[in-house]
Structure formats: C-alpha cells, structure tokens
C-alpha cells in the first residue's frame, strides 16, 4: 500500500513521536514525581507510599500499586469543572488503565505490605494525556521506589520492567504516531498502545471512529506504534539509569 502524506501541524515525519521531555523530582513531598510532557500536552505525575494494602490484600505480604488521574480546570481551551463527589467515566476509565499497566513491572511479593499510589493531574491538554500519564508515572513510581530502598524499607527495587504508552492514528488516510489533539479530534481510526521494554503488549485500545480497518493497517499501526515504545522506553532508561541499576 502507498505511503499517504499528510502535512502535520508541527512539521514532523508521520513516524514521529511529539517532543518528549521526563523532568524528575519537581515536588518536594512526593517520593517520586515526574513532569512529562508529550508536545503540548503536560502532565505532572506524582508517587507516595504508605504503609498497608486494601483490606482484601491484607496479609497477603504482598503489595498494592494504584493510580489516580484527572484534569485541571484550566487544562483545556474551555474550563472544566473539578470532579468532586461524581467521577466522570473517563477519568476512572484512563486512571485504572495507569494502575493495571504499572502493577504488569512490579513484584508485589517484594514490594511487601504497601500501598503506592501514582497520582497524574494534566496541566495542559493537547492530546495523548492517558499516553503521557503512563510514561511518566512509570518514573515517578521508580523514583518512589528507589527512595524507599535508600530508607532502608524495603531490600530491592521491585520493578520488573519498564512500561510506556503511545497513541497512533489514521487522519485523512495517513497512519501517524503520537496525535495531538488536532489530530486525534478528526482521526478516522484512533488507537493507544501499552507495552513493556521487552516489547510485550499490556493494553490495546483501538477504534474505527470514523471508518472501519484492515487487518494489514492494524499491523501497520502496530509497528508505528511499538517503534515509539522503544523511543520512550529508551528516554525512561535516560533519565533513570534503570537498566545500570538491575545490572
């Protein structure tokens, strides 16, 4: 099949990830904290730990490790009210996705009885904020983790892997990597990728919004999408010495 070319707003190849950045430790309280940025979009992701598990974990001696999510009121080009006491489905929807792909890299056994909860607030929206949101928790849940290994809480990190999310796309024919929020609004086929740094997939979320797909365009899709992967994995690993530290 012939390449299709769409002109992106940024100007990047269609293969292209947005430009990344993972900035460590920008809160003073949070054992492990991460502002990531996916282009415009920006999410602040912090980690805490706290002594205990649910009740229906207890004595298992065995961890537990759960995300939250939410967007800002100012986030959007139009104002958002704060979610108080009524959740909205989206947000539940994308924070359990945070905690199931982040509790796929840890050893629960060696983590012990505790509880780490990642909370990932989005500053700014641009699309890809359940992406972003996965990416930099990962960090933000390592850094945790290593903080409570140097106070002596526990004996070893517990992570058994990376995990990163990236989204893919067709809009107007053309199969891309990485949409913004221009291009996902009016995408024909819209898709989010989860995987491991040993290229094992955790979640696919895909759906023809606009027209159906083949099953050669899935691959297609696929491919872009675990390319990116590797990149993000590759930035984590930059930013966090993970690799050196297991060795």
Not at 92 to 106: K, N, Y
Not at 142 to 169: E, N
Request: glycine fraction near 10%.
């Amino acid at each position: 099949m012939d390449i299709i070319p769409y002109n992106r707003a940024d100007g990047r190849a269609a293969d292209a990830l947005r430009r990344v950045t993972l900035t460590r430790d920008v809160l003073k309280h949070a054992l492990g904290s991460c502002l990531v940025t996916f282009g415009d979009t920006k999410v602040l992701c912090a980690a805490t730990i706290e002594e205990g598990v649910p009740g229906w974990r207890r004595q298992s001696r065995q961890g537990w490790v759960t995300a939250e999510y939410a967007m800002l009121p100012a986030s959007t080009g139009r104002r958002s009210p704060r979610e108080r006491g009524q959740r909205k489905g989206r947000s539940m929807e994308i924070e359990r996705l945070i905690g199931r792909s982040l509790r796929t890299v840890v050893n629960m056994r060696a983590l012990g009885e505790y509880t780490v909860t990642v909370d990932c607030d989005v500053i700014q929206a641009d699309g890809g904020t359940r992406t972003a949101s996965v990416t930099g928790a990962w960090v933000a849940l390592h850094d945790a983790l290593m903080t409570w290994v140097d106070a002596g809480k526990i004996p070893r990190l517990p992570l058994t892997g990376q995990v990163a999310a990236v989204s893919m796309g067709v809009v107007d024919g053309a199969e891309l990597l990485d949409l913004d929020y221009r291009e996902d609004s009016h995408a024909e086929v819209d898709m989010n990728l989860v995987a491991t740094d040993t290229g094992e997939i955790i979640e696919i979320q895909g759906t023809g919004e606009q027209t159906p797909f083949t099953r050669d365009r899935l691959n297609r899709l696929m491919d872009l999408g675990e390319a990116g992967i590797k990149r993000l994995i590759a930035l984590q690993n930059e930013v966090t010495a993970f690799r050196d530290e297991e060795e």
